[in-house]
């Protein structure tokens, strides 16, 4: 991010926050849409964060490190809207069926459910960290800075989701099933 | 069954093939919303990432999960006082007189020496101690240990120019009318009474130093109605029109302690903010700094 930009929107100058916010709002967007599987959910979270971005910049001390505390803010915002998400659907019970199941584990229905089905599962630390590490490609560090744990924790999380996510797709080397109402 | 890298390829594959979404609609709100959401200009740091430096100034075992930021109080810059400009001195005035009260001062930010330190409010010098070498000076006017972030945190503000009135809708910011008569009981009972929260206790007659002061402690509700951070709960306009300062809410369930006394037909008023599930050793930690202020 311009820290020209960064500093302008410090001292309210909001054409410089437009700017800012037009760069950062799809990927926040995006981030907010992948924790809480629930785009409304993502929409409200991506304004509550950019809103606190402006509220909040004149607090920013390091200007450098704008993208880091931003993404703290939507972190943040999306752990205040995780706390409204609907509980998942209830769990279908899955029977066999005979039916091949194609092999490219994402050109699956199955399979996709199966992957949403079990990171839905995960709780948002473990999203979070997800996210994060998987989807903006930021090293476990980082995660850890913004997420405002050690970086062992970060660690630990993304293992205990990733294990949790295997379980998941498990069941998918299981025989093919199909759904009974 | 696929092996824990394979997982891995799978998800990050699975989150990058989701659609791309366009927040135009979100980012139209926002900037509509703008001219009506004024920026916190916070006199000390919201949030700022761990820093080791200031840990192994201040001796702390680097097994504290402490992030030495402080957001328990959040006050917009008043005029005046350390970290922001000065309040108006009489320095080149020929017609300043021994009675004058002297400028707003606060020690400087950074780590707090166990001990006595002195301040200004209201042109009322005062002395306070700080009960370990744990303790942080804020620009702003107020001291804290631990971090806002963590659960061990809390902090003591001492404020500038005593808050002029309250908000009876935190959440829109609405200030209560009429505004409470500016002396420590009208104040302390319009604090009691703020919408959103739950009174522990006040207003209740104790002393500071000798003098008879209000307390009132109360916690925010978890059913506030908005974010905490845009629950406003006082402010001051001291120096009329614009709101020079206020304080909000940090977090649902964090408790507020406010002391008000009268020096000199001065307000001052002290406030404390710690989070939930904290230990007696906290309010013990905040009361030893109350107990210790003495007004000069």
Redesign the interface.
Known sequence: MDTDLVIRAQQGDTAAFAAIASAVADRFLGVARRILRDFDLAEDATQQALLAVWQDLPQLRDPTRFEAWSHRLLVRACYAEGRKERRWAPNLRLLPVDEPVPDDDLSSVVDRDLIERGFRRLSIDHRVVVVLHLYLDLPLGRVADIVGVPTGTAHSRLHHAMRAMRAALDADSRPPVREVS | ????PE??R?????????E????????M???G???T??????R???????DMNTFAKLGIAAAA?V?VAIVGFNLMPASGGVGGTPAATPSTAPTATPTEAPAAAFPPEGPLAAGTHTAVLEGIPLSFAVPGSDWMAYPGFFIGKGGA?NPDDLAIAFWESAPENVYSDPCAHTPLSPVPDHTAAGLAAAAAAIPGTDLISGPSSVEIDGRPAQHVVFKIRADLGC?P?NAYLWYDDSSGGATDGWHWASALGATHQVWITEVDGKVIWIDSETFEGLGPEVDQAIQQVIDSIQFE
Not at chain 2, 20 to 27: F, I, M, N, P, Y
């Open positions: 069954m696929p092996t824990e997982v891995t799978i998800v990050r594959t699975w989150l990058n093939a989701q791309h979404e366009t927040a135009d609609r979100v980012l709100n926002v900037l919303a703008l001219d959401t004024p920026q916190r200009r916070s000390w740091p919201a949030w700022r990432p761990f999960v992030v972030e974010d951070k």
